[in-house]
């Protein structure tokens, strides 16, 4: 904040040190990056960026500190750190689930000539997000079969009409993972029931696991899995 402040109205923690502030960057930078579309003004311990236009959109705040956006926060990076690290930037973002490609794909429009450009679309092009990863639960569920040397699930596999969760095709099991906050309305019980009676119907065994439980009971779960698996 203290350099933020320092580097008058309208500045913005950026590059660098706006990562690490999302935690989208472990790395604690030597000087602090502060972007400001103000004349340069050197300050001991701050490395200034200059910008002709800040974009409200590029404007944000974490923890109090005004910062660049993610998306901004991504372009700068690509004009001060390897590919290689940017591209493990994108990932934490979407890991986090601060990941926005259509703020990202707005602020290219609006950046014509900005040199991070041509490294941010290379990494866009070759990153693809961690696969089975709609949700932390999913996550967790795929980490908990690997620790318990479960085979790995297919993920998000459409069946007939219905899209499930978590299934081997081989073993005709298919796991549901219910998050209160989607499944806890009337209108989304009474679909689980007819998606489960559909998925009997096609030979599918259905078992119901709640994030609650997979929190809370994880052990027990693997259990359950393991021996529905055979």
């Known amino acids: ?20 502030i999302w935690s989208i960057l472990r790395i604690s930078p030597y000087l602090t990056d502060v972007t400001t579309f103000r004349p340069r003004v050197g300050h001991d311990g701050v490395a200034l960026h200059r910008s002709r236009r800040i974009h409200a959109e590029d404007r944000s705040v974490k923890d109090g500190i005004p910062v ?4 901004r926060t991504l372009l700068d990076l690509a004009e001060v750190v390897p590919k290689r690290v940017l591209a493990r930037a994108v990932e934490e973002a979407e890991r ?5 490609r259509r703020a990202i794909d707005r602020l290219i429009a609006r950046s014509r000539g900005r040199r991070g450009l041509r490294a ?11 696969p089975f990863t709609r949700s932390q639960v999913e996550r967790r569920f795929i980490e908990l079969c690997a620790q318990a040397g479960l085979p790995r699930p297919a993920a998000n596999l459409w069946i007939g009409e219905h899209e499930v969760d978590m299934s081997w095709p081989d073993s005709r099991l298919v796991v549901e993972l219910d998050a209160h906050r989607t499944h ?3 209108a989304a019980f009474e679909r689980d029931r007819r998606r489960d009676a559909a998925l009997q119907l096609a030979g599918y065994r259905v078992l119901r696991v709640t994030d609650r439980r997979l929190h ?5 779960v693997m259990r359950t899995v393991g021996a529905l698996l055979g």
């Open 68 to 71: 660049t956006s993610i998306a």
């Open 216 to 220: 809370e009971e994880p052990d027990e």
């Open 120 to 130: 941010l679309t290379a990494v866009l092009r070759e990153y693809r997000p961690p």
């Open 96 to 100: 986090l689930e601060l990941f926005d």
């Open 1 to 20: 904040m203290a350099a933020v402040l320092a580097c008058g109205p309208g500045a913005l923690l950026s590059h660098r040190s706006a990562a690490r």
């Open 184 to 186: 806890g309305t009337r």
